[in-house]
């Protein structure tokens, strides 16, 4: 018996996007609770701002984490919620690989930042096989 319903079991790209959705949760509430550490492991200044600004960046990935578990637990995920958490994910490879280029983030970033490109292409093919349903369903008639 699995904790997960069978549309998120039965469906690999669906069941790796939901565990990288609580990946991104877990590790947002631990840059949230500790940034200096996290800030340590990216050979980064550790300054008050930085851990600040930094933690606030955990929220967000907390939120979008979380709104990407949620989603693709419903039974019919909008399209959109797969764009737009692959954008961020996109967002987020590039701005970790100008922070390693520009000396801000050591190279031990690099993974993180290739681990948000693969999850954004990820997302990417989602949001397409959602795009192309909804597109088959019959929109619904709005009311007067």
């Known amino acids: 018996m699995s904790l997960l319903p069978r549309r998120v079991t039965g469906d690999p790209l669906r069941l790796v996007l939901v565990l990288i959705g609580a990946l991104t949760v877990l590790s947002g509430l631990v840059q949230l609770v500790a940034p200096g550490v996290v800030l340590d492991l990216l050979s980064a200044d550790s300054t008050a701002l930085g851990r600040q600004l930094f933690a606030t960046v955990g929220m967000f990935m ?83």
């Not at 419903?74 to 390693?100: D, E, H, N």
């Open 62 to 144: 907390v939120i979008v984490g979380g709104l990407l578990v949620q989603g693709l637990l419903s039974p019919a995920p909008p399209p959109y919620l797969l764009f737009w958490t692959g954008l961020q994910k996109f967002g987020a490879f590039l701005m970790v690989t100008v922070a390693v280029a520009r000396d801000l983030f050591g190279t031990a970033a690099l993974p993180v930042a290739f681990f948000d490109l693969a999850t954004a292409l990820l997302c990417g093919l989602m949001w397409r096989r959602l795009a192309r349903r909804a597109r088959q369903v019959p929109a619904a008639k709005e009311g007067p």
